[in-house]
Nanobody, 121 residues
Framework: QVQLVESGGGLVQAGGSLRLSCAAA?????????VAWYRQGPGKEREFVAQ????????NYADSVKGRFTISRDSAERTVYLQMNILKAEDSAIYYC?????????????WGQGTQVTVSS
């Protein structure tokens, strides 16, 4: 079991940057978990943003954020980051992180509570 806490959201102007963090609760670790970021904008369904595999060597991104967002994990295996650059108004959403052990079905995923990102145009 792992508890996830997101942070780093806020209000930023278009073209600006933010770095989101997804941290495991004290005493817990994200090692052996694939971790992903999702987002949900107003009136929209939750959508995939980016993922990093447990080994840290494989990442993938939604087309809408490729070249602007970077997902990474710290060497202590406790935190996953989402660096967001060249932000656009359409990036405004609540951002959630999700952790799932490889080969387990999605019903076994852990989710954080979300952090709000608002990009003003």
């Amino acid at each position: 079991q792992v508890q996830l806490v997101e942070s780093g959201g806020g209000l930023v102007q278009a073209g600006g940057s933010l770095r989101l963090s997804c941290a495991a609760a004290s005493g817990q670790t994200l090692s052996n978990f694939n971790v992903a970021w999702y987002r949900q904008g107003p009136g929209k369904e939750r959508e995939f943003v980016a993922q990093i595999k447990w080994s840290g060597s494989s990442t993938n991104y939604a087309d809408s954020v490729k070249g602007r967002f970077t997902i990474s994990r710290d060497s202590a295996e406790r935190t996953v980051y989402l660096q967001m650059n060249i932000l656009k108004a359409e990036d405004s959403a609540i951002y959630y992180c999700k952790a799932l052990r490889p080969s387990l079905p999605d019903s076994f995923a852990y989710w954080g509570q979300g952090t709000q990102v608002t990009v003003s145009s």
